[in-house]
């Protein structure tokens, strides 16, 4: 559905993206998670054809966005950070100028508009002028006229933004049923979101797409490894010092965190460059530990977007 | 034509509702009828020819329609960047120059209903004086010939930037300078004072309009000026995309 080849962008001399390559399959619902700055909005917007790219290329269903962005558009629905629109028209009004503009005319429009406003849960105030609504439905309305002419793909830059718990549930829900008909493409600092509404992930950082995957995939790709481990001192050991020590003089460990329980057991964290579980609980028995669990922690979703977006330098924040 | 049409209705239907719109169509009829009692039917106006009482009125008004051009123009696309409604159209299959056409035309549109509205003056000339419809219709076909091009000169400006304030001071300066350009060719020599005589925007061009004379050669600068601007205003919006 979406090839990006090498897309970079500059403005005034300053690199705000790229270069970034990626494939996006149709009907694929997919997340763009970056930090402000990190490029997202832009990606999405040269995705949307409302900006070219300084270099490299990218197509839409095998139409070239470079040579023939016109069609591109066509067949694109984008709801920008800020819903465009105009304060002194009518929801009916906005929607129908919306429509007119992606093409639609006569019966077609009549039949959609009432589709649309019913999808996007906005039917009560079609008569409403767009400057007396709150900033929740006028993003109801912004999602309408982005799906009024049922594009193939669907951007949607920060579609939460703003609102309240209540509406972000209400907005997730619609999001998640219009995956059904849209390839879409969502960006987010709203992590939940992203977790609970795309099937992959694409981590930007300074510009670049640092990772791509699953949530699971990001995790298991990331170069620290995370290891959970239970352990009960021999008669000879006391306290957390002993195995911190043990454990740390193992090659690829980076960080020991040793915790007392109240019964005795000891709880670690140990991060490693690798699944080195055979080793650590060698080491454990051969330092006088019984170990009563070792396992591999994978990280929680917000843990691989702060680990991803603050690269290595700050990996272990 | 069709995005054009659905471009235009928009922009129409916002000068009809907005007070813009209606701020500057009183200001230019208050004046216009202003200047005309003052010129042909107040004390000071003296005895007159009815044909130089029209030319004094076309003259004012050309005056009072470039000042409303700039005033309708400017708020045209540098206030849907400032307000981020450009991006609907941006995203949308819509070429830049349906959008610069759509919103020159139906401020085109507006601009004519105001400027036709002030009609009853030269009636007025016309049933107590002497001269002719003809002559009355190529006055009003230099206004709005005059008011295309100014027009256009303010959307080239708002299509420059995000702030309807530089566009307001680029389209004046733009639009001033093309008014001097007379006062420049008469203290200039030939060949410079031709050229600059040639690109006026008012005085030679638009003396004929004012005493009834039609000249092709004024009406295909009027149209040329209009098309220059406008196609400098759509590439513009193009050469955006690349920054």
């Known amino acids: 559905m979406i090839s990006v080849n090498n897309v970079s962008k500059f403005f005034g001399g300053k690199r705000a993206l790229g270069p970034v390559s990626c494939e996006i399959g149709t009907g694929e619902a997919v997340g763009f998670l970056g930090l402000n700055g990190a490029g997202k909005t832009t990606l999405l917007r040269i995705l949307a054809c409302d900006l070219r790219p300084s270099a490299g290329s990218f197509a839409v269903d095998g139409i070239d966005g470079g040579t023939t962005p016109h069609h591109i558009r066509s067949l694109v629905g984008f709801l920008p950070e800020s819903p465009p629109i105009y304060p002194e028209m009518t929801v009916g009004e906005y929607l129908r100028f919306a429509g007119q503009l992606r093409g639609l005319t006569g019966s077609h429009l009549k039949h959609r508009l009432p589709e649309v406003e019913e999808i996007a849960n906005i039917r009560p105030v079609h008569h409403e002028l767009l400057r007396h609504l709150s900033h929740g439905y006028r993003q109801r309305v912004g999602l309408a006229q982005a799906i009024i002419h049922q594009p193939q793909l669907l951007i949607l830059d920060e579609p939460t933004t703003g609102l309240d718990p209540a509406q972000i549930v209400e907005m997730r829900l619609m999001i998640q049923g219009l995956k059904e008909k849209h390839t879409v493409l969502i960006s987010s600092h709203v992590l939940p979101e992203i977790h609970q509404t795309c099937d992959r992930l694409l981590v930007l950082r300074d510009g670049e797409l640092v990772a791509s995957g699953t949530e699971q995939d990001l995790s298991h790709r990331l170069e620290s490894c995370r290891i959970a481990a239970s352990v009960i001192p021999g008669h000879e050991q006391s306290g957390t010092g002993g195995v911190e020590t043990v454990l740390s003089a193992i090659d690829g460990v980076h960080s020991v965190v040793a915790t007392e329980r109240g019964d005795g057991v000891i709880d670690l964290v140990v991060e490693t460059g690798s699944d080195i579980r055979a080793d650590i609980s060698r080491a454990l028995v051969h330092g006088g530990y019984g170990v009563i669990r070792i396992d591999r922690a994978d990280m929680e979703l917000e843990e691989v977007f702060l680990q991803l977006v603050h690269g290595d330098d700050d990996g272990d924040r | ?243």
Request: proline share 2%; with cysteine; charged share 10%.
């Open chain 2, 1 to 243: 034509m069709g995005t054009v049409s659905v471009v235009f209705r928009r922009e129409f239907a916002e000068y009809v509702r907005s007070v813009l719109g209606y701020v500057v169509a009183a200001a230019v009829l208050l004046l216009a009828g202003l200047l005309f009692y003052a010129q042909a039917l107040g004390p000071a106006a003296g005895e007159r020819l009815s044909g130089e009482v029209l030319a004094r009125f076309f003259y004012t008004m050309s005056g009072l329609v470039a000042i409303a051009a700039v005033a309708l123009s400017i708020r045209l696309i540098a206030e849907e960047r400032q307000a981020g409604t450009l991006v609907l159209l941006s995203t949308s299959p819509v070429r830049e120059w349906e959008v610069v056409l759509g919103k020159f035309l139906s401020a085109f549109a507006f601009l004519g209903t105001i400027t036709l509205v002030s009609c009853y003056m030269p009636l007025l000339v016309m049933i107590n004086g002497k001269v002719s419809l003809g002559q009355v219709l190529v006055g009003y076909l230099g206004l709005l010939l005059i008011g295309g091009a100014c027009l256009a000169i303010g959307l080239f400006a708002t299509s420059l930037t995000r702030y309807q304030l530089v566009a307001a001071v680029v389209a004046s300066v733009l639009t001033g300078t093309m008014f001097l350009f007379w006062q420049l060719s008469l203290v200039l020599d030939p060949p410079l004072s031709r050229v600059f005589a040639g690109l006026a925007i008012h005085a030679r061009h638009f003396q004929g309009f004012q005493v009834g004379t039609l000249h092709l050669r004024d009406v295909v600068y009027y149209l040329a000026v209009t098309y220059f601007f406008l196609l400098l205003a759509t590439k513009t919006m193009e050469v955006k995309r690349w920054e």
